[in-house]
């Protein structure tokens, strides 16, 4: 029964229009960023390496290559993915008070929890298609576009360069930890919604969310760097570019596998986790209690 439920959740998902808006609108950023860099690619290495142009030297030829062009889209998109996770996960329950079905849906033979569970199940469903259509269009479409060489990443005032034999399992699992931070807004904004009677509140409160923390996160306070920084979720959601950062030997090589910080991931990704427990519970306690009255 739990499957064909999810089945129906997935069919309701893909049914609605602006689903596929989503689809486009990636594809055609990324594309615009590909055209950008192909047509202006080095002074926007100029621009994006800033003062570190005095300390090391820029082969910009070597450095735009299709895994370094991926690395940007992932840095420009990422950041703003969860408005269109929000407009699908926030829509889930609220969008069945809204429309009058909700009455219907949990008088069917299935528990309000495996209700819950079933669309959480779609929305993750949707950010994995999503994030596998990104990676379509941000990896393999900038590989055969620009090539592939070694991957230059700027870190402040250093510079890690990855062999690129030892770039695509870095793609992946950043791709993976991605889906892991987006899934967790999407339980958020599913946890909104079962306290709305229609979708603008869900989507509008996981959106400001999202903004309020990141702006903390941005402004660097002390007090904050403290207190909430360490626990907020847009702080972790970052975690994949921890991908990217290398250790080096003590003259400077880049030690192929490594990670600079592992347990900084791995402390990442269990705080997600731990939010995305959080968001699901606090639902489906919530949601077994409500009165359903449409």
């Not at 950023?29 to 055209?35: A, C, H, M, R, T």
């Not at 596998?132 to 230059?152: K, P, Y």
């Not at 080096?248 to 995305?276: D, F, H, M, Q, W």
Request: charged share 15%; aromatic share 12%; hydrophobic share 55%.
């Amino acid at each position: 029964m739990f499957l064909e439920l999810l089945r129906i959740e997935l069919f309701k998902i893909f049914k609605r229009p602006r689903t596929f808006i989503a689809f486009g609108a990636i594809a055609m950023i990324i594309l615009l960023v590909q055209f950008a860099l192909m047509v202006n690619g080095k002074d926007f290495i100029q621009l994006f390496t800033g003062d570190q142009a005095d300390t090391f030297e820029i082969p910009s030829d070597k450095i735009l290559n299709g895994y370094f062009i991926c690395v940007t889209v992932l840095h420009m998109i990422l950041l703003h993915v969860p408005l269109l996770v929000a407009l699908i996960a926030g829509d889930m329950i609220s969008g069945e008070a809204n429309l009058g079905t909700l009455r219907l849906l949990v008088g069917k033979p299935v528990t309000r929890t495996q209700l819950i569970m079933a669309k959480f199940s779609a929305s993750t469903a949707y950010v994995l298609l999503l994030l596998a259509w990104m990676a379509l269009f941000a990896l393999l479409g900038s590989i055969l576009l620009f090539g592939r060489e070694d991957l230059v990443v700027f870190k402040e005032n250093d510079m890690h360069i990855i062999k690129n034999t030892d770039v695509l399992w870095r793609f992946f699992a950043a791709f993976v930890f991605a889906a892991l931070a987006l899934t967790a807004i999407g339980a958020m904004a599913l946890m909104f919604s079962t306290f709305a009677e229609n979708s603008l509140g869900p989507i509008v409160a996981t959106v400001c969310v999202v903004i309020v923390f990141t702006i903390v996160q941005q402004l660097k306070v002390p007090v904050f760097e403290e207190t909430i920084n360490p626990w907020s979720f847009t702080t972790h959601m970052l975690g994949w570019k921890g991908f990217f950062y290398v250790e080096k030997t003590a003259e400077g090589t880049t030690i192929n596998g490594s990670i600079e910080n592992p347990a900084a991931l791995v402390r990442s990704g269990l705080i997600l986790i731990g939010y995305i427990v959080l968001f699901l519970l606090i639902s489906a306690r919530y949601f077994k209690r409500k009165d359903i009255l449409s």
